[in-house]
Every structure is written in structure tokens, then in C-alpha cells.
């Protein structure tokens, strides 16, 4: 875990994994988000990309956009985000170019993780801003849901 971590943050990483289990009552990979400024929730969004046909669909994504719109700003300095699982490249790219000042995830994905598993982008110093990284927030929870999600998904095989 990096950065500075608040009781605060477990309350709001519940919000997410709530989001996260809508998209799993959909059908979709459960992964949920919720942005928070000043302590107030300003979006919250999950997984959608089969449902809308949209491979940026992602809860990360949703969440940013819908922030975005909430703040009149596409700069979102003073938020962060509470995402269930580590951002893909995509996602990443987009908390970069958002100014998104923290990100707090629930479980590493060692397969598209963008935020210290395969790469770090959120951190590099190569870029022009650097978001503070705190991951492990409610992991067991986060990494079960996906887990006996693919479980399912596989037909009951374990991983």
C-alpha cells in the first residue's frame, strides 16, 4: 500500500463494490467506481461495456465522465477515486488526464493492472502529473467478487 490511508477510504470503497455488484447483476465484469470531492460523493458508475457496446465503458471511465459533467470541469484536482479493482492503461491514462489527485483500489489485477501490477502509470515521473496511489482497500471483497464472478462464468472450474 502507498500513500496515506483513511478510515474514510473503507466507507467509500463500500459505495464502489455496491456499484460493483450492480454490474454484476447485469452481466457485466463487477467493477464498480465512486469519485468523491470534499468528501461528497460527485459520481459513482460501474462496468457497462457489454451492455452498451463500448469497450471504454469501463466503471473508471463512466465515473470520470460523470464527474466531469458534476463539476462543470474536466479537471477533477481535488478528487478521488475509489475503484474496486487496479486500473487497466486505459483508465489510467484517463485519471492522468483528468488531474485526478488520488486513486484508492480494492485488489490488483496482475493481467491489465496500470497502477503498479504489469505497469505504473499513475506514478511515473515521466508525466506531467502524478496521482497518489493507495491500493488494498477492502481487497478480500473486491478480489472475491471477481473472482467467483469468473468462477461462475467458467462453468463452477476454480481458477
Do not use: W
Request: include cysteine; aromatic fraction near 6%; proline fraction near 4%.
Amino acid at each position: 500500500m502507498q500513500g496515506m490511508y483513511l478510515d474514510v477510504d473503507e466507507q467509500f470503497m463500500d459505495l464502489a463494490l455496491a456499484e460493483a455488484k450492480k454490474a454484476e447483476a447485469s452481466g457485466e465484469v463487477p467493477v464498480g467506481a465512486v469519485i468523491v470531492s470534499d468528501g461528497i460523493v460527485i459520481a459513482k458508475s460501474f462496468n457497462r461495456p457489454l451492455s452498451l457496446n463500448d469497450p471504454t465503458a469501463h466503471a473508471e471511465i463512466g465515473a470520470l465522465r460523470d464527474a466531469c459533467r458534476e463539476q462543470g470541469n474536466y479537471r477533477l484536482s481535488n478528487a478521488t477515486m475509489y475503484s474496486t479493482v487496479e486500473p487497466c492503461m486505459m483508465c489510467a491514462g484517463a485519471m492522468i488526464h483528468a488531474r485526478l489527485a488520488r486513486l484508492v483500489f480494492g485488489t490488483p489485477d496482475p493481467n491489465a493492472g496500470s497502477a503498479g501490477s504489469i505497469y505504473n502509470v499513475l506514478t511515473d515521473p515521466r508525466l506531467n502529473h502524478r496521482v497518489e496511489v493507495i491500493s488494498g482497500i477492502r481487497e478480500d471483497e473486491c478480489a472475491s467478487l471477481l473472482r467467483d464472478f469468473f468462477q461462475r462464468r467458467r462453468g463452477g472450474q476454480s481458477l
